[in-house]
T-cell receptor, first 111, second 119 residues
């Protein structure tokens, strides 16, 4: 089972890039990397996902290392509203019994 | 669209009581999920459904039951409530096709949660 390791918390200045790391050293070849975030006590919100190529959307960029053992979520210009817990998840899309959210990283964006 | 709605928002149960947490989505999603989140922890999958009439266990199904008689609704039943079931419960839904699975796309839309306390 591929699981993830994330730092429990990080700080970022408003307007700067936030780089959130995730280690998934036991990831299998058919497992995707997903990122979700949870603002305060709301339901989680999907951010981005990828398999082995770097991905970018309107919210963030996902950088996956060539060996796929780690990845970084980048919020290019963090705002106060980006303060949240960020979860890195790895799984095969059809394998619902292996959808581990873990404890995530609490990102604190400061003015 | 209202998205994913959950009722009630809060509930206090006594040990041994039972209740049903309601979840409805209006996005015509085929997949639906129930998670629980204990304080300071990540979410754990309880049950999921890939379509009406089809349900399966997740990581922590003991003490819960589900049914999926329609595409829109996915109620979660707690029988004989225990203090260990004190948690926040989230319902989610997603739209999956064979094409979306090929590219790994699984954007789940979550409801606002139900905060349950068992005393």
């Amino acid at each position: 089972d591929a699981k993830t390791t994330q730092p429990p918390s990080m700080d970022c200045a408003e307007g700067r890039a936030a780089n959130l790391p995730c280690n998934h050293s036991t990831i299998s070849g058919n497992e995707y990397v997903y990122w979700y975030r949870q603002i305060h006590s709301q339901g989680p919100q999907y951010i981005i996902h990828g398999l082995k190529n770097n991905e970018t959307n309107e919210m963030a960029s996902l950088i996956i290392t060539e060996d796929r053992k780690s990845s970084t979520l980048i919020l290019p210009h963090a705002t106060l509203r980006d303060t949240a817990v960020y979860y890195c998840i790895v799984r095969v899309v059809d394998n619902f019994n292996k959808f581990y959210f873990g404890s995530g990283t609490k990102l604190n964006v400061k003015p | 669209n209202a998205g994913v709605t959950q009722t009630p928002k809060f509930r206090i149960l006594k040990i041994g009581q039972s209740m049903t947490l309601q979840c409805t989505q209006d996005m015509n999603h085929n997949y639906m999920y129930w998670y629980r989140q204990d304080p300071g922890m990540g979410l754990k999958l309880i049950y999921y459904s890939v379509g009406a009439g089809i349900t399966d266990k997740g990581e922590v199904p003991n003490g819960y039951n589900v049914s999926r008689s329609t595409t829109e609704d996915f109620p979660l039943r707690l029988e004989l409530a225990a203090p260990s079931q004190t948690s926040v419960y989230f319902c989610a839904s997603s739209f999956q096709t064979s094409g979306s699975r090929i590219i790994g796309h699984d954007e789940q839309f979550f409801g606002p949660g139900t905060r349950l306390t068992v005393l």
